[in-house]
């Protein structure tokens, strides 16, 4: 069996995505430089597609054409292999939850530090980093191959605050916020008090509040910041300077930033 018999033989078994090391493996006493120039062949003829160093996804039929095969299908392998807890996250999560007004170019994948080494092998795949994975607010669903997981609406809001520069800024976050909030429950949400800060939850209320006209979830969520004890001033966007002549708010949020949703 050859290394073109050997892809073929774990197509069929569903085995879609394999390592570097498991061609090794099967092929014990073929010289490494062989191994990775058959490799290449077969990258070369979209067989398969090299999307991290030294992984390896089989192309299936529905994707030769365009010769590429999307993250959904193969992110749940590849973080096994990474060895990284993850969940796709951000405005990929928020796309999967319908607020997809504003779709991320890239898959959006929340994982942990230390930083992914990436080989620039995946244009697709944006690396967002948290120091812990809230694992009751990660949803699953079955994918193509295996399950995928990503963050339910009450983590994604967060994480859309939390990360609004990686989605565009507080522009482009409150858009999203806009179609994902009807989909947010806010009392579940206080069990991630621990997972981000009291600034977040700040800015979020400020946006809830004085941008996204939801005085409801505004008044629940102040109600469980009042819970948290005092907080400091803090200024909307940390990239511009304080905005003078602005009415004070119950938030502490200097909104510095002009935000007009899109139509929706």
Do not use: C
Request: charged share 20%; no cysteine.
């Amino acid at each position: 069996m050859n290394i073109r018999e050997w892809i073929h033989s774990r197509e069929i078994r569903g085995k879609s995505t394999f390592s570097i090391a498991d061609v090794k493996d099967a092929f014990i006493e073929r010289p490494a430089r062989s191994i990775n120039t058959e490799l290449s062949r077969q990258v070369s003829r979209g067989r398969v597609q090299s999307v991290y160093r030294g992984f390896y996804v089989i192309v299936p039929v529905q994707y030769q054409l365009k010769g590429v095969v999307p993250p959904n299908y193969y992110i749940d392998s590849l973080m096994n292999y990474v060895g990284k807890p993850y969940y796709v996250g951000l405005l990929s999560a928020a796309a999967m939850h319908g607020a997809a007004h504003q779709r991320a170019m890239k898959t959006q994948v929340m994982t942990v530090m230390p930083r992914i080494k990436a080989s620039g092998k995946n244009s697709f795949l944006d690396w967002n980093y948290r120091q812990e994975i809230p694992e009751a607010f990660i949803m699953k669903k079955n994918a193509e191959i295996g399950t995928l997981r990503y963050s339910g609406p009450e983590l994604t809001a967060i994480d859309l605050v939390q990360f609004a520069s990686h989605v565009g800024g507080y522009q482009r976050a409150s858009t999203v916020l806009a179609e994902l909030m009807d989909s947010v429950d806010i009392e579940r949400m206080h069990g991630l008090i621990s997972f981000t800060s009291v600034t977040t939850i700040q800015r979020l209320g400020y946006l809830l509040e004085y941008v996204l006209s939801r005085q409801d979830q505004a008044d629940a969520l102040f109600r469980f910041l009042k819970t948290q004890g005092s907080w400091n001033s803090i200024l909307l966007s940390n990239d511009q300077d304080r905005r003078g002549n602005v009415p004070a708010n119950r938030w502490h949020v200097n909104g510095n930033v002009n935000i007009e949703v899109d139509d929706l």
